[in-house]
C-alpha cells in the first residue's frame, strides 16, 4: 500500500522535460523539410538529363550526315588532304541553317529554343539551349586515335543547357573517310 502522501501527488511533464522534447521534435521537423526541400528542387533533373541526351542525339545526328568539308565531294570520296584536295579551315561558311552542308556549318551555333535543320523551333524543349563547336583533332587526339594528319579528324562537342542551367557536354569524333 502506498503512504497517503503519494497518492494526491500529481503525475505530469516537468518544464525541463517539456522543452528537451520541443527541442527534439524541432531537429526531426528540421531534418525532414531539408531532406524534402533536396527532392523537390532535384525532381526534375533525371527528365532534363534525358531530355538534353534525346536533344544532343538529334543534333549530331544532323551533323553526322552532313560531309566532313566544303571540298569533300558527297560520299566523302576521295576525302580531303594534303595530298588531294587541301581541306578548308575550321569554321562556318557564313550559310543560313537551312543551307548548312558540312560539319564546319555548326561551328559557333548557339541556339535557344533549339532549332530543328530546316529553321523551326523544336516543340518541347522550352528554356533548353544549344552550342557547338567544331575544331581540327588535337595532337593528343592524333596520338590517341593513331591519325595520320590533323585534318583526319575534326572535334565536335554539342553543348546542351536544360533550364536548370546545368550544361552537358557531348563530344564526338567526326572522322575524315
Known amino acids: 500500500m502506498l503512504p497517503a502522501a503519494d497518492k494526491t501527488r500529481q503525475r505530469g511533464l516537468t518544464l525541463v522535460e517539456l522543452i ?9 521537423v528540421l531534418a525532414i523539410t531539408n531532406t524534402l526541400s533536396f527532392a523537390f528542387r532535384h525532381q526534375s533533373d533525371g527528365l532534363w538529363q534525358t531530355k538534353s541526351v534525346a536533344l544532343a542525339q538529334s543534333y549530331i545526328e544532323e551533323i553526322a550526315a552532313r560531309r566532313y568539308d566544303e571540298t569533300t565531294p ?13 581541306c578548308s579551315a575550321p569554321g562556318a561558311d557564313g550559310e543560313a541553317r537551312a543551307e548548312f552542308d558540312d560539319v564546319d556549318d555548326y561551328h ?8 530543328d535543320a530546316q529553321g523551326n523551333p523544336r516543340t518541347g524543349y522550352p528554356g533548353f ?22 585534318t583526319d579528324a575534326k572535334l565536335v562537342t554539342v553543348s546542351v543547357t ?10 564526338v ?3 575524315n573517310y
Not at 20 to 28: G, L, Q, R
Not at 77 to 83: K, T
Not at 108 to 115: A, V
Not at 129 to 150: C, E, G, K, P, W
Open 129 to 150: 539551349r544549344v552550342a557547338v563547336s567544331v575544331s581540327y583533332a588535337d595532337a593528343t587526339q592524333i596520338a590517341a586515335f593513331n591519325l595520320d594528319d590533323a
Open 20 to 28: 528537451v522534447t520541443m527541442m527534439i521534435i524541432s531537429v526531426s
Open 108 to 115: 559557333g551555333l548557339d541556339e535557344s529554343p533549339p532549332l
Open 173 to 175: 569524333l567526326r572522322t
Open 162 to 171: 536544360p533550364p536548370n542551367g546545368t550544361a552537358l557536354n557531348f563530344p
Open 74 to 86: 558527297n560520299g566523302g570520296v576521295p576525302p580531303c588532304s594534303v595530298l588531294t584536295t587541301p
